[in-house]
């Protein structure tokens, strides 16, 4: 994720991409060899064109979280068995939430595994490996000024009648003080790929 560099004048653009939902899982295995190790790494990295794969732990604990289309639940039992009869110690959890990413944190120590980096949502603060909404402040020159990410709960709560609207209650419910942006006139890019895209004027 980018760092935030100078002050929020400098932001000219803002994009608000939301991001696709769908079931979720977490995968817990404790590996024996290194072998052992790439060969589930291996298999993640399979996965990655049907399904959101997410390492959350790597080392002797390998562990990894996993969004499937509503219509892919087969793939996460596939998974879950493959890893139930190839390996001893397999954890699974068929949801995301801050009790199985403590056992994950507390496991990952106790085994001198290495555990990476999360995202958090930005108003609530929870562990959101797969941000529902995701807002690109860009300069102008077109770089990325800072990233912003919401879980789901705090996307449906920012919920407004307008694009505009919605952009600004995300913005106004942020942990970083974004009123200037907020206050700002937001004008609309023409993008039919991206609607959620606007210019910001008068930024002081
Ligand atoms: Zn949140």
């Known amino acids: ?53 997410l390492q959350l732990c790597e080392g002797k604990l390998v562990s990894y979280a996993v969004q499937a289309h509503e219509s892919d639940a087969a793939v996460l039992d596939e998974i879950e068995s493959f890893l139930k009869e190839n390996f001893a110690f397999v954890v699974t959890q068929r ?5 199985i990413y403590r056992i994950v944190t507390e496991l990952s120590g106790n085994t001198g595994s290495k555990l990476h980096a999360v995202s ?62 907020a206050r700002a006139e937001l004008v609309r890019c023409p993008s039919r790929k991206q609607p959620m895209r606007f210019k910001v004027k008068d930024l002081s």
């Open 95 to 99: 949801s995301f939430d801050d009790l």
């Open 1 to 53: 994720m980018p760092r935030p560099e100078g002050s929020v004048e400098k932001v000219r653009e803002i994009s608000v991409d939301p991001q696709p939902g769908g079931l979720r899982a977490v995968y817990l295995v404790e590996t024996r060899s290194d072998d052992e190790a790439h060969e589930i790494d291996n298999l993640f990295a399979e996965l990655q064109s049907q399904v959101q794969v």
């Open 120 to 181: 958090r949502c930005n108003i609530c603060g929870k562990v959101e490996p797969f941000p529902t909404t995701l807002v690109n402040m860009t300069r102008e020159d077109g770089s990325v000024f800072l990233s912003r990410c919401y879980c789901a709960s705090c996307t449906a709560e920012a919920a407004a009648p307008s694009n505009k609207e919605f952009i600004r209650s995300l913005l106004a419910a942020d942990q970083r003080d974004f009123k200037k942006i």
